[in-house]
């Protein structure tokens, strides 16, 4: 009912840059707050960064000053901006969206698939 379609992941160097996208299509009356999380190899899956509908903002503590999140409701897609990027950011990253469905009353929760984000030298 709502599917989310990553792209940007890919390689690079310490202290590089990526933009993730991702964007929200289907059948909903609303997309409310959207975000990513991430998972590192042998690790758990963490929070990474969010945004509400209104651009209210939240970061998980290991990417606070270097990674920004936005969006653009009108294309229903985040963005995360990944700046001095370290080696530890490696993992896969995942969107989220939070949304209400056409009823006007369900809540919905939608994954992306992940897109692999590789910081290595």
């Known amino acids: 009912q709502v599917l989310l379609e990553e792209s940007g992941g890919g390689l690079v160097h310490p202290g590089g840059s990526l933009r993730l996208s991702c964007s929200a299509s289907?059948?909903?009356?609303?997309?409310?707050?959207m975000g990513w999380y991430r998972q590192g190899p042998g690790l758990q899956r963490e929070l990474v960064a969010v945004?509400?509908?209104?651009?209210?903002?939240n970061f998980g503590d290991s990417v606070k000053g270097r990674f920004a999140i936005s969006r653009d409701n009108a294309k229903n897609t985040v963005y995360l901006q990944m700046n001095s990027l370290k080696p530890e950011d490696t993992a896969d990253y995942y969107c989220?969206?939070?949304?209400?469905?056409?009823?006007?009353?369900?809540?919905?929760?939608?994954w992306g698939q992940g897109t692999q984000v590789t910081v290595s030298s």
């Open positions: 989220t969206a939070h949304a209400t469905l056409s009823d006007g009353r369900t809540a919905y929760t939608s």
């Open positions: 289907g059948s909903f009356f609303s997309i409310n707050n």
């Open positions: 945004i509400t509908s209104g651009g209210s903002t």
